[in-house]
């Protein structure tokens, strides 16, 4: 973490900045550079994947915030995995009176047009999604017409008379998991008849 301000002001400006490995110095210097440029008095940085759910020095860049405080990242990826994380991260923010700054998008969200923007991006990435499936199930629904569609692998519910059969004839449950492939949880769930 980088810091110029060690302790919390109300109206402090405080900046976030995240590269995906530790390989990415200059991206992480670059970022805290255009941080400070727009006035961060407190920097919180990190090398974390953006996918990892844990995040620990946003998760104390988040809590640190106060009523007042305006919080500044480059990019929108460097804050959150998806838009839908955005807007729940900005939400939240929001909702504690702390304006979000996004150096990239220019946008602030204390500004109604910048909050349209983002409600835009929201809607897009929610319509994209639903495009995305409505087009999986049109395609499936080919495959199968044409005869070419398998299904998914078959679970370890289908294998559940193969793991009671193996179990009456004796094997025991790491023989039953090697003969059947399914996990240890799963061979115990059937002969808990759960299946």
Not at 87 to 103: D, Q
Request: proline share 3%; glycine share 6%.
């Amino acid at each position: 973490m980088t810091s110029v301000e060690q302790t919390h002001v109300g109206g402090a400006v405080v900046g976030y900045a995240r590269t995906s490995t530790s390989d990415q110095i200059a991206g992480l210097e670059h970022q805290i550079g255009e941080l400070e440029a727009a006035g961060c008095t407190r920097i919180f940085s990190e090398h974390v994947s953006a996918i990892e759910r844990h995040r620990p020095e946003l998760e104390a860049a988040l809590d640190w915030l106060r009523d007042g405080d305006t919080f500044i990242v480059t990019k929108p990826d460097r804050l959150a995995r998806s838009v839908t994380d955005l807007m729940s991260i900005v939400e939240k923010l929001r909702s504690r009176r702390v304006t979000v700054r996004v150096l990239s998008m220019h946008l602030d969200t204390s500004s109604p047009t910048s909050m349209l923007l983002l409600s835009i991006l929201g809607s897009v990435s929610s319509w994209e999604r639903d495009a995305m499936l409505e087009r999986q199930r049109a395609g499936i629904s080919r495959a199968k017409a044409q005869g070419k569609y398998r299904g998914r692998a078959p679970t370890a519910r289908a294998k559940a008379p193969e793991v009671l059969r193996l179990k009456a004839e004796g094997k025991s449950v790491p023989e039953i998991v090697r003969a059947t492939g399914v996990s240890r949880a799963s061979v115990y769930r059937a002969l808990n008849s759960d299946f």
